[in-house]
Protein backbone atom coordinates (compact mmCIF):
# COMPACT_ATOMS: atom_id res chain seq x y z
CA UNK A 1 0.00 0.00 0.00
CA UNK A 2 1.57 3.35 -0.89
CA UNK A 3 2.27 5.35 2.00
CA UNK A 4 0.60 9.01 2.56
CA UNK A 5 4.21 10.78 1.78
CA UNK A 6 4.41 8.70 -1.62
CA UNK A 7 1.03 9.98 -2.26
CA UNK A 8 1.80 13.65 -1.60
CA UNK A 9 1.37 15.98 -4.54
CA UNK A 10 4.26 18.50 -5.25
CA UNK A 11 3.55 22.44 -4.17
CA UNK A 12 2.44 24.57 -7.13
CA UNK A 13 2.77 28.05 -7.20
CA UNK A 14 0.63 31.07 -8.67
CA UNK A 15 3.65 33.44 -10.84
CA UNK A 16 3.30 35.23 -7.87
CA UNK A 17 4.56 32.38 -5.34
CA UNK A 18 1.12 31.80 -3.95
CA UNK A 19 0.22 27.99 -3.02
CA UNK A 20 -2.11 26.90 -5.86
CA UNK A 21 -4.26 23.66 -5.85
CA UNK A 22 -6.63 21.71 -7.55
CA UNK A 23 -10.14 21.45 -6.66
CA UNK A 24 -10.33 18.59 -8.11
CA UNK A 25 -7.52 17.05 -5.67
CA UNK A 26 -9.49 18.74 -2.50
CA UNK A 27 -12.64 16.46 -2.80
CA UNK A 28 -10.96 13.41 -4.71
CA UNK A 29 -7.15 12.97 -2.22
CA UNK A 30 -7.57 15.73 -0.03
CA UNK A 31 -4.34 14.05 2.07
CA UNK A 32 -2.09 14.41 -0.84
CA UNK A 33 -2.00 18.21 -0.61
CA UNK A 34 -0.71 18.28 3.46
CA UNK A 35 2.81 19.61 1.82
CA UNK A 36 0.71 22.05 0.13
CA UNK A 37 -0.95 23.38 2.93
CA UNK A 38 2.13 23.47 5.27
CA UNK A 39 3.49 25.67 2.72
CA UNK A 40 0.78 27.94 2.19
CA UNK A 41 -0.98 28.20 6.26
CA UNK A 42 2.54 26.97 8.56
CA UNK A 43 4.46 29.09 10.35
CA UNK A 44 7.83 29.51 8.05
CA UNK A 45 8.48 33.21 7.34
CA UNK A 46 8.10 32.83 3.79
CA UNK A 47 4.24 31.60 4.42
CA UNK A 48 1.02 34.11 3.27
CA UNK A 49 -0.92 32.61 4.93
CA UNK A 50 -3.31 32.13 1.66
CA UNK A 51 -4.07 29.69 -0.82
CA UNK A 52 -5.60 29.20 -4.19
CA UNK A 53 -8.01 26.91 -5.85
CA UNK A 54 -8.44 25.91 -9.27
CA UNK A 55 -10.73 23.79 -11.22
CA UNK A 56 -13.46 25.23 -9.76
CA UNK A 57 -17.32 24.01 -10.00
CA UNK A 58 -18.57 25.15 -13.63
CA UNK A 59 -21.45 27.41 -11.60
CA UNK A 60 -18.91 29.83 -10.24
CA UNK A 61 -17.66 32.10 -13.28
CA UNK A 62 -21.19 32.72 -13.61
CA UNK A 63 -21.84 33.52 -10.17
CA UNK A 64 -19.08 35.63 -9.76
CA UNK A 65 -19.85 37.95 -12.32
CA UNK A 66 -23.26 38.32 -11.53
CA UNK A 67 -22.89 39.40 -8.39
CA UNK A 68 -20.37 41.71 -8.41
CA UNK A 69 -22.10 43.45 -11.19
CA UNK A 70 -24.74 43.81 -9.30
CA UNK A 71 -22.19 45.47 -6.22
CA UNK A 72 -21.72 47.57 -9.09
CA UNK A 73 -25.39 48.36 -9.92
CA UNK A 74 -26.62 48.75 -5.77
CA UNK A 75 -23.21 51.29 -5.28
CA UNK A 76 -24.83 53.51 -8.11
CA UNK A 77 -27.81 53.69 -5.95
CA UNK A 78 -29.29 57.07 -4.90
CA UNK A 79 -27.78 57.28 -1.84
CA UNK A 80 -30.89 57.58 0.56
CA UNK A 81 -31.86 54.21 -1.15
CA UNK A 82 -28.47 52.53 -0.34
CA UNK A 83 -29.40 53.91 3.31
CA UNK A 84 -32.52 51.89 3.63
CA UNK A 85 -30.44 49.13 3.90
CA UNK A 86 -27.98 50.21 6.73
CA UNK A 87 -28.37 48.76 9.68
CA UNK A 88 -27.23 50.51 12.65
CA UNK A 89 -27.72 48.18 15.78
CA UNK A 90 -25.47 45.50 14.50
CA UNK A 91 -23.45 47.68 13.60
CA UNK A 92 -23.33 48.21 10.15
CA UNK A 93 -22.64 44.12 10.14
CA UNK A 94 -25.57 43.33 7.83
CA UNK A 95 -26.81 45.22 5.04
CA UNK A 96 -24.83 48.65 3.54
CA UNK A 97 -22.05 49.92 5.47
CA UNK A 98 -20.47 53.32 4.09
CA UNK A 99 -17.87 55.90 6.01
CA UNK A 100 -18.61 53.56 9.00
CA UNK A 101 -15.66 51.93 9.68
CA UNK A 102 -12.53 53.12 10.88
CA UNK A 103 -9.40 52.24 9.02
CA UNK A 104 -5.99 54.21 9.34
CA UNK A 105 -7.14 56.16 11.94
CA UNK A 106 -10.41 57.66 9.99
CA UNK A 107 -13.81 56.97 8.47
CA UNK A 108 -13.32 54.33 5.10
CA UNK A 109 -15.28 56.27 2.48
CA UNK A 110 -13.11 54.89 -0.31
CA UNK A 111 -15.81 51.60 -0.38
CA UNK A 112 -18.82 50.03 0.40
CA UNK A 113 -19.63 46.79 1.73
CA UNK A 114 -22.86 44.93 1.97
CA UNK A 115 -22.81 42.06 4.49
CA UNK A 116 -24.98 39.19 4.96
CA UNK A 117 -25.16 35.76 5.95
CA UNK A 118 -25.43 33.42 2.67
CA UNK A 119 -26.05 30.38 4.56
CA UNK A 120 -28.58 31.38 7.60
CA UNK A 121 -31.19 33.78 6.83
CA UNK A 122 -32.47 34.08 10.98
CA UNK A 123 -30.05 32.05 13.50
CA UNK A 124 -31.57 29.73 15.98
CA UNK A 125 -29.87 30.97 18.63
CA UNK A 126 -31.32 32.26 22.24
CA UNK A 127 -32.85 35.50 22.85
CA UNK A 128 -29.31 36.15 24.78
CA UNK A 129 -27.36 35.94 22.34
CA UNK A 130 -29.26 37.47 19.65
CA UNK A 131 -29.33 40.69 21.85
CA UNK A 132 -25.65 40.17 23.09
CA UNK A 133 -24.29 39.55 19.75
CA UNK A 134 -25.93 41.65 16.86
CA UNK A 135 -23.55 41.65 14.67
CA UNK A 136 -23.20 37.82 13.65
CA UNK A 137 -27.43 36.68 14.85
CA UNK A 138 -29.23 39.31 13.54
CA UNK A 139 -31.30 38.85 10.78
CA UNK A 140 -30.55 39.37 6.77
CA UNK A 141 -31.32 42.68 5.04
CA UNK A 142 -31.92 42.64 1.52
CA UNK A 143 -33.22 44.75 -1.41
CA UNK A 144 -36.49 45.04 -1.59
CA UNK A 145 -38.18 43.81 -4.54
CA UNK A 146 -39.29 47.34 -6.13
CA UNK A 147 -35.40 48.32 -6.67
CA UNK A 148 -35.41 46.67 -9.74
CA UNK A 149 -31.88 47.61 -10.34
CA UNK A 150 -30.01 45.14 -8.27
CA UNK A 151 -33.30 42.42 -8.92
CA UNK A 152 -32.06 39.17 -7.78
CA UNK A 153 -29.77 40.89 -5.51
CA UNK A 154 -30.62 37.94 -2.89
CA UNK A 155 -30.40 35.27 -4.81
CA UNK A 156 -27.21 35.72 -6.16
CA UNK A 157 -25.84 36.42 -2.71
CA UNK A 158 -26.60 32.80 -1.48
CA UNK A 159 -25.41 31.53 -4.69
CA UNK A 160 -21.88 32.70 -4.80
CA UNK A 161 -21.79 32.37 -1.15
CA UNK A 162 -22.79 28.99 -0.20
CA UNK A 163 -20.42 28.20 -3.02
CA UNK A 164 -17.61 29.59 -1.36
CA UNK A 165 -18.85 28.36 1.88
CA UNK A 166 -18.97 24.85 0.61
CA UNK A 167 -15.28 24.78 -0.25
CA UNK A 168 -14.41 26.53 2.08
CA UNK A 169 -15.58 23.57 4.08
CA UNK A 170 -13.69 21.09 2.44
CA UNK A 171 -10.66 22.91 2.32
CA UNK A 172 -11.19 23.57 6.51
CA UNK A 173 -11.60 19.17 6.36
CA UNK A 174 -8.27 18.86 3.97
CA UNK A 175 -6.01 21.24 6.54
CA UNK A 176 -7.24 18.90 9.94
CA UNK A 177 -4.23 16.90 9.82
CA UNK A 178 -1.97 20.27 9.47
CA UNK A 179 -3.98 22.08 11.72
CA UNK A 180 -4.17 19.27 14.86
CA UNK A 181 -0.49 19.72 15.32
CA UNK A 182 -0.84 23.56 15.77
CA UNK A 183 -4.21 24.21 17.06
CA UNK A 184 -4.34 24.03 21.54
CA UNK A 185 -6.89 21.78 21.73
CA UNK A 186 -6.02 19.40 19.05
CA UNK A 187 -9.30 17.55 19.40
CA UNK A 188 -11.42 20.73 17.64
CA UNK A 189 -12.69 20.13 14.46
CA UNK A 190 -11.58 23.08 11.74
CA UNK A 191 -14.63 22.04 9.68
CA UNK A 192 -17.21 21.15 12.23
CA UNK A 193 -16.51 24.90 13.68
CA UNK A 194 -17.10 26.22 10.31
CA UNK A 195 -20.08 24.14 9.29
CA UNK A 196 -22.04 24.23 12.07
CA UNK A 197 -21.21 28.07 12.71
CA UNK A 198 -24.49 30.56 12.33
CA UNK A 199 -21.71 33.05 12.52
CA UNK A 200 -20.52 32.93 8.62
CA UNK A 201 -20.90 36.07 7.29
CA UNK A 202 -19.97 37.47 3.81
CA UNK A 203 -19.05 40.60 2.81
CA UNK A 204 -19.82 42.59 -0.82
CA UNK A 205 -17.31 45.30 -1.47
CA UNK A 206 -17.30 48.21 -4.13
CA UNK A 207 -14.53 50.73 -4.16
CA UNK A 208 -15.45 53.72 -5.07
CA UNK A 209 -13.09 55.36 -8.50
CA UNK A 210 -11.23 58.17 -7.23
CA UNK A 211 -12.73 60.97 -6.88
CA UNK A 212 -12.39 65.12 -5.62
CA UNK A 213 -12.52 64.63 -2.22
CA UNK A 214 -10.23 61.15 -2.78
CA UNK A 215 -8.16 62.37 -5.57
CA UNK A 216 -5.59 60.28 -7.88
CA UNK A 217 -2.87 58.79 -6.58
CA UNK A 218 1.00 59.80 -6.62
CA UNK A 219 3.23 57.21 -7.92
CA UNK A 220 4.64 57.55 -3.94
CA UNK A 221 1.09 56.87 -2.63
CA UNK A 222 1.13 54.53 0.35
CA UNK A 223 0.58 50.41 -0.56
CA UNK A 224 -2.88 50.84 1.28
CA UNK A 225 -4.63 53.65 -0.16
CA UNK A 226 -7.88 51.60 -0.97
CA UNK A 227 -7.78 49.36 2.00
CA UNK A 228 -5.64 49.79 4.98
CA UNK A 229 -3.42 46.82 6.29
CA UNK A 230 -5.41 44.62 8.67
CA UNK A 231 -6.37 41.30 9.83
CA UNK A 232 -9.30 39.16 9.26
CA UNK A 233 -10.72 37.90 12.66
CA UNK A 234 -11.85 34.61 10.95
CA UNK A 235 -10.69 31.33 10.84
CA UNK A 236 -10.70 31.47 7.64
CA UNK A 237 -11.75 33.63 4.48
CA UNK A 238 -12.34 32.82 1.04
CA UNK A 239 -12.02 35.62 -1.46
CA UNK A 240 -13.12 35.94 -5.24
CA UNK A 241 -10.74 37.40 -7.73
CA UNK A 242 -11.55 41.32 -8.44
CA UNK A 243 -13.72 42.61 -11.52
CA UNK A 244 -12.62 45.90 -12.45
CA UNK A 245 -15.45 47.74 -13.76
CA UNK A 246 -15.69 51.02 -15.88
CA UNK A 247 -18.37 53.72 -15.09
CA UNK A 248 -20.69 54.58 -18.08
CA UNK A 249 -23.46 57.00 -18.33
CA UNK A 250 -26.31 53.88 -18.62
CA UNK A 251 -26.52 51.60 -15.94
CA UNK A 252 -24.75 48.69 -17.32
CA UNK A 253 -20.91 48.81 -16.69
CA UNK A 254 -18.48 47.74 -18.89
CA UNK A 255 -15.42 45.11 -17.80
CA UNK A 256 -12.17 47.09 -17.47
CA UNK A 257 -8.89 46.33 -16.59
CA UNK A 258 -6.99 46.80 -13.93
CA UNK A 259 -6.36 50.56 -13.85
CA UNK A 260 -2.67 49.77 -12.87
CA UNK A 261 -0.02 46.60 -12.31
CA UNK A 262 0.54 48.10 -8.98
CA UNK A 263 -3.40 47.87 -8.25
CA UNK A 264 -4.59 44.91 -6.40
CA UNK A 265 -3.84 42.99 -2.99
CA UNK A 266 -0.91 43.09 -0.87
CA UNK A 267 -0.12 40.49 1.83
CA UNK A 268 3.06 41.10 4.71
CA UNK A 269 4.73 36.60 4.64
CA UNK A 270 4.72 35.55 8.31
CA UNK A 271 8.44 36.73 7.97
CA UNK A 272 7.00 40.24 7.18
CA UNK A 273 8.27 40.69 3.71
CA UNK A 274 5.23 42.68 0.78
CA UNK A 275 3.63 40.67 -1.29
CA UNK A 276 1.41 41.35 -4.56
CA UNK A 277 -0.97 38.69 -5.10
CA UNK A 278 -3.32 38.35 -7.34
CA UNK A 279 -6.80 36.06 -7.71
CA UNK A 280 -7.07 34.24 -11.11
CA UNK A 281 -10.31 35.05 -12.36
CA UNK A 282 -11.37 31.86 -12.32
CA UNK A 283 -10.11 30.54 -8.78
CA UNK A 284 -10.79 31.12 -4.85
CA UNK A 285 -7.92 32.05 -2.84
CA UNK A 286 -8.46 31.12 1.38
CA UNK A 287 -6.64 33.14 3.33
CA UNK A 288 -5.61 32.64 7.26
CA UNK A 289 -7.49 34.96 9.79
CA UNK A 290 -6.81 36.34 13.88
CA UNK A 291 -9.15 33.68 15.23
CA UNK A 292 -7.30 30.93 13.87
CA UNK A 293 -3.70 32.81 15.39
CA UNK A 294 -5.32 32.91 18.84
CA UNK A 295 -6.84 29.16 18.51
CA UNK A 296 -2.92 27.97 17.40
CA UNK A 297 -1.20 30.14 20.33
CA UNK A 298 0.08 32.57 17.92
CA UNK A 299 1.61 29.54 15.73
CA UNK A 300 0.06 30.57 12.93
CA UNK A 301 -0.03 34.22 12.80
CA UNK A 302 -2.88 35.48 10.63
CA UNK A 303 -1.17 37.75 7.50
CA UNK A 304 -1.87 41.69 7.25
CA UNK A 305 -3.16 42.05 3.80
CA UNK A 306 -4.17 45.22 2.05
CA UNK A 307 -5.43 46.63 -1.31
CA UNK A 308 -3.13 49.61 -3.61
CA UNK A 309 -5.25 51.64 -5.96
CA UNK A 310 -2.47 52.61 -8.16
CA UNK A 311 -1.78 55.48 -9.66
CA UNK A 312 -2.91 55.91 -13.73
CA UNK A 313 -4.40 57.30 -16.17
CA UNK A 314 -8.25 56.80 -16.65
CA UNK A 315 -8.73 55.42 -13.36
CA UNK A 316 -10.96 58.12 -11.78
CA UNK A 317 -13.82 55.71 -14.00
CA UNK A 318 -12.95 52.90 -12.67
CA UNK A 319 -14.46 50.87 -9.71
CA UNK A 320 -13.35 47.60 -8.04
CA UNK A 321 -15.91 44.69 -6.86
CA UNK A 322 -14.93 41.69 -5.03
CA UNK A 323 -16.44 39.66 -2.34
CA UNK A 324 -15.14 37.81 0.51
CA UNK A 325 -16.46 34.98 2.73
CA UNK A 326 -15.40 35.29 6.48
CA UNK A 327 -15.70 31.05 7.98
CA UNK A 328 -15.77 31.15 11.57
CA UNK A 329 -16.75 29.33 14.92
CA UNK A 330 -19.89 30.25 17.37
CA UNK A 331 -19.52 33.17 19.35
CA UNK A 332 -19.41 30.78 22.44
CA UNK A 333 -16.15 28.60 21.22
CA UNK A 334 -13.46 29.06 23.37
CA UNK A 335 -10.33 30.34 21.21
CA UNK A 336 -7.43 30.38 24.33
CA UNK A 337 -7.30 29.88 27.73
CA UNK A 338 -8.82 33.84 28.52
CA UNK A 339 -11.56 34.11 25.38
CA UNK A 340 -14.09 33.26 23.65
CA UNK A 341 -14.81 34.10 20.08
CA UNK A 342 -17.76 36.14 20.59
CA UNK A 343 -15.21 38.06 23.75
CA UNK A 344 -12.33 38.25 20.98
CA UNK A 345 -14.87 40.02 18.11
CA UNK A 346 -15.82 42.58 20.48
CA UNK A 347 -12.40 43.77 20.62
CA UNK A 348 -12.32 44.01 16.91
CA UNK A 349 -15.45 45.68 16.71
CA UNK A 350 -14.88 48.25 19.44
CA UNK A 351 -11.25 48.75 17.09
CA UNK A 352 -12.84 49.94 13.89
CA UNK A 353 -15.95 51.40 14.51
CA UNK A 354 -17.33 54.11 16.40
CA UNK A 355 -19.03 53.21 19.51
CA UNK A 356 -21.35 56.30 19.38
CA UNK A 357 -22.95 54.72 16.48
CA UNK A 358 -24.68 51.74 18.14
CA UNK A 359 -25.96 54.10 21.13
Known sequence: MATIASQTKPVSFTPEGAVLISYKDLTSSPLSLTASIEKAFGSGPDCLGIIVVKDLPSTYSASRERLLKLAYKFAKLPENVREQYADTKSRYSFGWSHGKEIMNGKPDTLKGSYYA?????????SPDLRVGYPEYYGNNIW???????????????????????KVGCEL???CQPFASSYLSDSS???SSLIGTSQTVKARLLHYFPPSPDAPLPTEDEPVDSWCGFHLDHSLLTGLCSAMYLEELPSIEPKLASSPSPSSGLYIKTRGGDLTKVSIPVD???????EALELATSGKLRATPHCVRVGAATGAERISRETFALFMQPDVNQQLSASETFGQFSKRVFDEHYNQEATM
Open 117 to 125: NPVVDTPTV
Open 143 to 165: PSADVKEVEGFEQAFKDLGRLVF
Open 172 to 174: ATA
Open 188 to 190: LSL
Open 283 to 289: CLAFQTG
